[in-house]
Structures are given as structure tokens and as C-alpha cells.
């Protein structure tokens, strides 16, 4: 059978334009265009209600099927119907429409759930705001310092006297219960200081703080202690370099116990303050935190539920940060984690420019002194001029702007130590040379 092409028009009912009593309520005289009203004991029975040696009349005909075609007009409106307390629901994957969102039923289920309150219905494809969440990336292991070091894309805190060495835990076998892509999670042994002020925290930024804001957010983890302890989640709003307020705006943490289990998963929801009356900076600098507590003293009880003063190894991985009550996990493309963070893995050979070398090898100055194209892999990074950083041969790193979708690197003095020169003196030389490059636009 072809294809059956759309109605070209606005589909209405079958006698949705009756003249006098020529429709009425299936079996009855009550006239209504109400569809709820439609659905009487009478249409329920159906033809049965026509007693032998009887013929159905006119009314019947036309109330029937204007019920019937009316559900298709709705249909023809909405796409897809809208939630009623009284639907039942029985499908995995069923959808409807709620608040002006679209919804599908999970795994569990029970008449009068309410989507956006109920546990029972998660957003389609809902995308994890968390980029790199399985945590592919790294900058190196065993680092005890502040700020991002492990996880290319996680920011650690400490304070109060309280230390941590924190690693890449490679899983002893691939992926977790319902994540098999799953390869790592973090490493993180904390000793407290014991002491009020005492804090050990990662966090994850999310950028722009627009993101969910006004909204309720499920963040979801996989996660182990040594001995079963508790992991507090705070979530942060910060409004970017000169925004109003200047201060985070905290979401009042919520604690939860975790096993030993690395395949134990775990979810907590969280209502966000939507920007009426607040303004974001001018740097395109706002983010959005989730920060995980492992150790906090009383200092932080409001942030963390009371979290208390704990040492021990944890294990935290396959991150997620979703709209509604979602507490699946997917992982974004790698291209997200390009935005923000490049590094090469070990020194890379590079051509550019012309220019001459002297008896000694070393070059002299360049006149197109230009690094493109394998250095920004064609991704255009996070709106801002990201900081770079090079190791081994080469000349000091000057600017750096975007050309198109690539990545730029411009030498301000020509690299020393080439390792070859090719081409004719005459024409000049095109001059190959070692490095290694980072480029870091995290917020």
C-alpha cells in the first residue's frame, strides 16, 4: 500500500456542521460538540442499543461518527495527545503531551502519574548537559592540586586541612550494569582535615546558566565508597564577570548513601531559580555547577545536608545532568569535549610557513608564520579566545583567534630546533618543527 497523503487543510469532524437536530449524543436527544460528552453508556454498547426490528436513526449514524472522526481531528491538531489523570498508560515508550512538553513513559508506571512530577515519565532524548560525563578525557593522574586536573573537565576544591589525591580508575572489566561503553570513573582518596571548614568537592560546569534554568533537573551518577558512605550534590548557579548577582546562587544540597557497588546508580532531583530579576555578565563567562561533595564540615551543612567530615576512596562515574526526572545516561559526542579542552598526546609534526635557515639550523624569522587546520580538528572551541600552551621545539606562542572553524596558533619568533628542512634556499624553506599544544577555553 502507498503512502496515504495528508488531508491538505484543516481536518474537521464528520457533521461537525449539522443543521437543526440533525446530530445528537449516540443515542440519546442531548445535543453537545463537547468530545468528553460523546463518549456516553450508549456509545460504549454501541449498535446494541437498536432493538430488533428497529433501524438506527440519522442521529445515531451521525453522532457515532462524528466521535469517531473528531478523536482523528484531535489527532490531526495536537500530533500528539495530550496527559489525562485518568488515561491509562500501559506501554513502555507511550507518549503524550503535558505543559507544553513532550513526555514518555518509563518502566514503571501507575494511573494518575503526572509527567514532570512522577518519576514514571522522562523528556525524549533528553541531552545530557554534562559533557563528557563517561569521562574520556584526562590531563594526567595522582594529581593532590585545586582546580582541573584529572578530569580535563572537572574542577576540584579543597579546604580546611583536608587532602586528596585524586586518579583515573580504569574499571577492572568493560562498562557497568546498563552502561557497557563505560571504561572509567574517578579515583578520589580523601583524608579530612576534620575540622568545620574541612571540604573536598569536584564539580562540572555546564556552560551558560541558562541552561535549565527554572526548571527541575535529575542528576544521576554511578558511584562507590570503600565502606558505604554518603555524597552530597549541590548545584550552583553563576552569573558570569560583572552579572548580578555576583555571588553563586546555591540550590540547597541533597545527600545520599552509596554503597561499594560500582555499579550501583543513583539520582537526585533538583529544582532550579529560574533569571527573573538576575543579569548575566558581558564575557559569555555564566555557568551552571554540579558539585559533588565527598567531604564537608559543618561549615557547608547547608550546602550539603549535613554531609559531616569523611575520609576514605570514592568512585564517581558516568555522570548525567538531564531536564525532569530523567536519570538515564547517555554520553554527548566528542565533539563537546573538543569545545572546551585539546591536547595533543604526544609531540606532533608540523609544516608551515616560509622562511630560511641558517648554518646552524636555527630559523630565521618566518613570513607566514601561521599554525591551522590539525591543531582546532575543525571545531570551533567555547566562544572565547581559549589559553594555549605548548612543550618541546618551538618559538613562543603569541595570539590565538579563530580562522573560520579551525583553530589558529600564531609564533611571534620563529621555532628553534627544527628537526628538517626542505625546499630550495632561493625559494625559501619550508620549515617542519616538534611541539606539543594544549588548548584550554574551560570555564
Given amino acids: 500500500m502507498s503512502k496515504i497523503e495528508r488531508y491538505n487543510g484543516?481536518?474537521?469532524s464528520f457533521a461537525s456542521e449539522p443543521q437543526g437536530t440533525e446530530r445528537t449524543l449516540f443515542g440519546s436527544t442531548t445535543q453537545s460538540d463537547d468530545l468528553t460528552a460523546q463518549i456516553t453508556p450508549?456509545?460504549?454498547?454501541g449498535w446494541g442499543i437498536v432493538r430488533p426490528n428497529e433501524n438506527p436513526s440519522l442521529q445515531d449514524f451521525s453522532g457515532a461518527m462524528f466521535t469517531a472522526t473528531q478523536l482523528i481531528a484531535y489527532i490531526h491538531q495536537m500530533g500528539t495527545p495530550e496527559w489525562n489523570a485518568l488515561q491509562e498508560y500501559p506501554t513502555v515508550g507511550a507518549t503524550c503531551i503535558h505543559n507544553?512538553?513532550?513526555w514518555h513513559r518509563s518502566s514503571s508506571w501507575a494511573v494518575g502519574d503526572e509527567p514532570g512530577i512522577s518519576q514514571s515519565w522522562v523528556k525524549p532524548n533528553s541531552t545530557n548537559l554534562i559533557t563528557d560525563g563517561i569521562l574520556d578525557a584526562w590531563n594526567r593522574d595522582d594529581s593532590t592540586a585545586d582546580g582541573y586536573n584529572?578530569?580535563?573537565?572537572?574542577?576540584?576544591?579543597?579546604?580546611?586541612?583536608?587532602?586528596?589525591t585524586a586518579n583515573r580508575y580504569y574499571l577492572p572489566s568493560l562498562g557497568l550494569t546498563g552502561i557497557p561503553t563505560a571504561k572509567h570513573m574517578?579515583?578520589?582518596?580523601?583524608?579530612?582535615?576534620?575540622?568545620s571548614s574541612s571540604n573536598v568537592s569536584f564539580e562540572h560546569r555546564v556552560e551558560s546558566v541558562r541552561n535549565a534554568a527554572g526548571e527541575a533537573v535529575t542528576f544521576s551518577f554511578n558511584?562507590?565508597?570503600d565502606t558505604p558512605k554518603y555524597i552530597a550534590v549541590e548545584l550552583i548557579q553563576n552569573f558570569g564577570t560583572g552579572g548580578s548577582p555576583s555571588a553563586d546562587v546555591s540550590v540547597t544540597g541533597k545527600k545520599i548513601l552509596v554503597s561499594t557497588d560500582r555499579n550501583d546508580r543513583y539520582s537526585l532531583t533538583f529544582d532550579l531559580p529560574d533569571l527573573n530579576g538576575k543579569t548575566l555578565g558581558t564575557n559569555d563567562d555564566s555557568y551552571l555547577a554540579v558539585v559533588v561533595h565527598v567531604d564537608a564540615g559543618s561549615d557547608l551543612s547547608n550546602k550539603t545536608e549535613s554531609l559531616g567530615n569523611q575520609s576514605g576512596t570514592v568512585y564517581v562515574g558516568c555522570m548525567s545532568l538531564k531536564l525532569g526526572s530523567d536519570s538515564s545516561f547517555t554520553n554527548e559526542s566528542r565533539f563537546n569535549v573538543d569545545r572546551y579542552y585539546q591536547r595533543s598526546t604526544h609531540p606532533v609534526g608540523v609544516s608551515f610557513g616560509f622562511g630560511s635557515v641558517d648554518a646552524s639550523g636555527i630559523a630565521s624569522p618566518l613570513n607566514s608564520n601561521w599554525i591551522r587546520g590539525n591543531i582546532g580538528n575543525g571545531t570551533p572551541m567555547a566562544g572565547r579566545n581559549p589559553v594555549v600552551s605548548t612543550s618541546g621545539t618551538g618559538g613562543t606562542v603569541g595570539t590565538i583567534g579563530t580562522n573560520g572553524a579551525d583553530i589558529s596558533i600564531l609564533f611571534t619568533s620563529s621555532p628553534e630546533g627544527c628537526i628538517s628542512a626542505f625546499g630550495s634556499a632561493a625559494f625559501g624553506s619550508i620549515?617542519?618543527?616538534q611541539f606539543a599544544w594544549l588548548l584550554d577555553a574551560r570555564l
Fill in 186 to 195: 574517578i579515583e578520589v582518596s580523601v583524608i579530612s582535615g576534620n575540622s
Fill in 150 to 164: 584529572t578530569a580535563a573537565l572537572t574542577f576540584f576544591n579543597s579546604a580546611g586541612g583536608s587532602t586528596f
Fill in 42 to 45: 450508549e456509545f460504549l454498547r
Fill in 223 to 225: 558511584a562507590a565508597w
Fill in 100 to 102: 507544553g512538553q513532550q
Fill in 431 to 433: 620549515i617542519s618543527t
Fill in 10 to 12: 484543516d481536518l474537521k
